[in-house]
C-alpha cells in the first residue's frame, strides 16, 4: 500500500514512539508487535494493513539486534540454523493462510495461545531462568523431532498473526530444545528475523504495507534494538529476560480482552 498523505506530526510522534518501544520489546523478550500493532489501528490503520506494515519494523530491529549480537560473537550458529529452517518453512504456509480465517477462529486462536503462554510461564519457571553451563558446547544440545515440529507450528503462527509468536518461540528454544534462555533470547532474534523476512515479502506482494508510516517505525524500531541488544548481553540478563516476558504476555491478555470487548462491556454494566 503505497500511501500520498503527508504524516501529521502527532501520528509521527507515536510511530516513533511504538517503533522504539516494538525494537526494544523484540530484542530484551518478544511480541513487540503487542505494542504496535493495537497502537497502529488506534491511529486509524486498517487491521490487516496494520498488521503487515508491522513487519518492517520487526524486520529493521531484529536485524539490528542480531548484527549487535554477532558482533559481540554472542550467535550460537549451528543451533540458529537448525531453529530457523522450520520456523521460515511454517511463517511461508501462516502467511499464505492469515486472510483465509474468520475473526471467530483467530479469537480462538489467539486464546489459545495464551493459554500454553501462561501455563509454561507459571509451570516451568525454574528451568525457563536456568543459568549458561559455563563449558557447554552448542554441539551438545540434542534437538529432537518434537522440537522441530514445535518450531515449525510457532513459524505457522509468526506468518499467520505475530501476536504472541515472539514468546512462544523463545519457549520452545528453552523448554523444548533445552537452550538457556539468554541464549535462547539472541539465538530468537535470527529465527524470528527470517521469518519476518518472509512475511514482509508476502504482505508487501498483496499491498498490505502502509510504507509512509512503516518507515518512521522500522528506523526507531533499530535505535530500540540497539539498546536492547546492551541490556539483553549484560549481567543479569536472564532475569531480566524473564521479567519482560511476563510484562509482555500480561500486555497480550489485556490486548486480547479488548479485542473481546469486555474492558468496554464492564465499563458499560458499571455506569
Known amino acids: 500500500m503505497l500511501c500520498c498523505e503527508v504524516i501529521d506530526a502527532i501520528t509521527l510522534l507515536a510511530l516513533i514512539i511504538c517503533g522504539l518501544a516494538g525494537g526494544f520489546i523484540n530484542t530484551v523478550a518478544a511480541s513487540g508487535a503487542t505494542v504496535v500493532v493495537p497502537s497502529m489501528i488506534g491511529l486509524g490503520l486498517e487491521a490487516g494493513v496494520a498488521n503487515g506494515t508491522s513487519r518492517l519494523a520487526a524486520v529493521a530491529g531484529l536485524a539490528t539486534a542480531t548484527w549487535r549480537f554477532h558482533q559481540a560473537g554472542?550467535?550460537?550458529?549451528?543451533?540458529?540454523?537448525?531453529?530457523?529452517?522450520?520456523?521460515?518453512?511454517?511463517?511461508?504456509?501462516?502467511?499464505?493462510?492469515a486472510t483465509s480465517l474468520s475473526d471467530q477462529w483467530i479469537t480462538l486462536a489467539i486464546a489459545g495461545s495464551l493459554l500454553f503462554v501462561l501455563v509454561c510461564l507459571i509451570t516451568q519457571p525454574t528451568r525457563l531462568l536456568q543459568q549458561e553451563q559455563p563449558n557447554a558446547e552448542e554441539s551438545e544440545t540434542q534437538l529432537?523431532?518434537?522440537?522441530?515440529?514445535?518450531?515449525?507450528?510457532?513459524?505457522f503462527w509468526a506468518g499467520f498473526i505475530a501476536l504472541g509468536s515472539g514468546v512462544m518461540t523463545l519457549l520452545v528454544?528453552?523448554?523444548?530444545?533445552?537452550?538457556?534462555?539468554?541464549?535462547?533470547?539472541?539465538?530468537?532474534?535470527?529465527?524470528?528475523?527470517?521469518?519476518?523476512?518472509?512475511?514482509?515479502?508476502?504482505?508487501?506482494?498483496?499491498g498490505e504495507i502502509n510504507w509512509l508510516w512503516a518507515l518512521p517505525l522500522a528506523?526507531?524500531?533499530?535505535?530500540?534494538?540497539?539498546?536492547?541488544?546492551?541490556?539483553?548481553?549484560?549481567?543479569?540478563?536472564?532475569?531480566?529476560?524473564f521479567r519482560a516476558l511476563i510484562a509482555v504476555v500480561g500486555l497480550e491478555v489485556l490486548s486480547f480482552l479488548w479485542r473481546l470487548g469486555l474492558p468496554q462491556n464492564l465499563m458499560g454494566a458499571l455506569a
Open 74 to 97: 554472542a550467535i550460537p550458529w549451528l543451533l540458529t540454523l537448525k531453529a530457523t529452517v522450520p520456523m521460515v518453512a511454517g511463517a511461508i504456509a501462516g502467511s499464505l493462510f
Open 144 to 155: 529432537g523431532p518434537l522440537f522441530y515440529l514445535l518450531m515449525t507450528a510457532t513459524g
Open 173 to 206: 528454544l528453552v523448554l523444548a530444545g533445552g537452550i538457556p534462555l539468554k541464549t535462547a533470547n539472541i539465538l530468537k532474534c535470527f529465527v524470528r528475523l527470517s521469518s519476518s523476512l518472509v512475511a514482509l515479502l508476502i504482505f508487501g506482494l498483496r
Open 219 to 241: 528506523l526507531s524500531g533499530m535505535a530500540g534494538a540497539h539498546l536492547g541488544a546492551k541490556l539483553a548481553l549484560g549481567e543479569g540478563a536472564t532475569q531480566l529476560i
